[in-house]
Every structure is written in C-alpha cells, then in structure tokens.
T-cell receptor, first 116, second 115 residues
Framework: DARVTQTPRHKVTEMGQEVTMRCQPI?????VFWYRQTMMQGLELLAY????????DSGMPKDRFSAEMPDATLATLKIQPSEPRDSAVYFC??????????????FGPGTRLTVT | AQSVAQPEDQVNVAEGNPLTVKCTYS??????LFWYVQYPNRGLQFLLK??????LVKGSYGFEAEFNKSQTSFHLKKPSALVSDSALYFC?????????????FGKGTSLLVTP
C-alpha cells in the first residue's frame, strides 16, 4: 500500500530555532505539494514541485521558509527562524499527472508543529 | 481567481439518512473540482473528481457529487449516512487554469453523523 510519509509527526520547538520537515512521496510520483493547515486559514498551498523543480512557491514567506527536493524520493520544508505564528499542521502530498488531466493528490499524515 | 466556497461549517445528520455537503465554485475556464475527506489526525483522502462528462460523479465509500453548471455547484452526497462518515470534508478546485494542477481548497465542512 503506497503512502506518502512525513517526518517528524510532531515537533515542538522554541521561537528562533530551525525546523526541518521531510516528506517521502509515493514512488513514481513526480509532483510534490506542501500545504499548511490552521484553524484560521484552513489549507494553504505553500509550494509545489514537478520533477524536482519548483513550479510555484508564492505561498511561502520567502524570508524564513525554503523548500527543496534533493532527490526524487525526498522533499524538505525548512523554517529558519521559526515563529509562534508558524504553528500549524504541515502536509505533504504527491501526485502523478496523466496525459495532462487533473489528478488526485495523495496526502501524508502531516507534521504538527508547535513553536513556543 | 479559482475558488470554492463551502457555506456550512457543520452538517449534522442521523445515521441512515441522506447527506449533502455543499460546495459552490467560481472559475474561469473549465472547472476541475475535487472532494477530499479528512479524518481526525490524518491527512486528506481523495473521494472523487469532476473533469468533464457526466454531471453525477461517483467516488469512494459510496459518495457521489453532482456538478451543476447553472448553479455553479458541486455538492457531495450520500444516500445513507454512516457514523463512520463523520469527518471534515473539503471541496477543491484547480488553482491555475493555465498550468499545473495545484488546488485551492475550501474552508471545510465538518460532518457529524449521529447514531
């Protein structure tokens, strides 16, 4: 049963610390998304990649967030320095476009981040 | 901008009764629409999608959705609700009509099915 995996599942850190979240997309999926979920804002798209190249990162605060795909099996989202307002659940999702048609995204279980 | 709206924060229904979770959309171009479900402490799971064709789309777990172009709606339905259907439901639309398939999600509707 292919799944998107995310680590860590929970992270508590102090303001100012660096946070790195990792995602392993489903093998063979070439598109990876990062979302943030909060009660106030709901689900927000932060960035997404296709074939490891960033297609859109307009949803990310550029001064503190960065997203990369070092290889096809790993996506990372980094926050440096972290702030209390970054507290949220961060989801990674992956998908595989087929002949240009909209495709479903498969979500990981999320990383619950708390910044104190 | 491509967007969807879910007018109800919560829907309550008794087990065995039909359920409807509402979604309206605002798009330019073809509306590519999706429904996802989120169970507590879990990621979102895909239920169904509308691209073109039949206005009634069938999906997972007995759910279906009706696309209505004149009303710009894409309501999620199920003929007989189960307690296990209690979850958070998200409607979504393709974000950019010109490229990519990232999604814009609605705020979500919490469905509570009571025994």
């Amino acid at each position: 049963d292919a799944r998107v995996t995310q680590t860590p599942r929970h992270k508590v850190t102090e303001m100012g610390q660096e946070v790195t979240m990792r995602c392993q997309p489903i093998l063979g999926h070439n598109t990876v998304f990062w979302y943030r979920q909060t009660m106030m804002q709901g689900l927000e798209l932060l960035a997404y990649f296709r074939n490891r190249a960033p297609l859109d990162d307009s949803g990310m605060p550029k001064d503190r967030f960065s997203a990369e795909m070092p290889d096809a099996t790993l996506a990372t989202l980094k926050i440096q320095p972290s702030e209390p307002r970054d507290s949220a659940v961060y989801f990674c999702a992956s998908g595989l476009p087929k002949q240009g048609t909209p495709y479903e995204q498969y979500f990981g279980p999320g990383t619950r981040l708390t910044v104190t | 901008a491509q967007s969807v709206a879910q007018p109800e924060d919560q829907v309550n229904v008794a087990e065995g009764n039909p359920l409807t979770v509402k979604c309206t959309y605002s798009v330019s171009g073809n509306p590519y629409l999706f429904w996802y479900v989120q169970y507590p402490n879990r990621g979102l799971q895909f239920l169904l999608k509308y691209i073109t064709g039949d206005n009634l789309v069938k999906g997972s777990y007995g759910f279906e959705a009706e696309f209505n172009k004149s009303q710009t709606s894409f309501h999620l339905k199920k003929p007989s609700a189960l307690v296990s259907d209690s979850a958070l439901y998200f409607c979504a639309v393709r974000r950019d009509p010109n490229s990519g398939y990232a999604l814009n999600f609605g705020k979500g509707t919490s469905l509570l099915v009571t025994p």
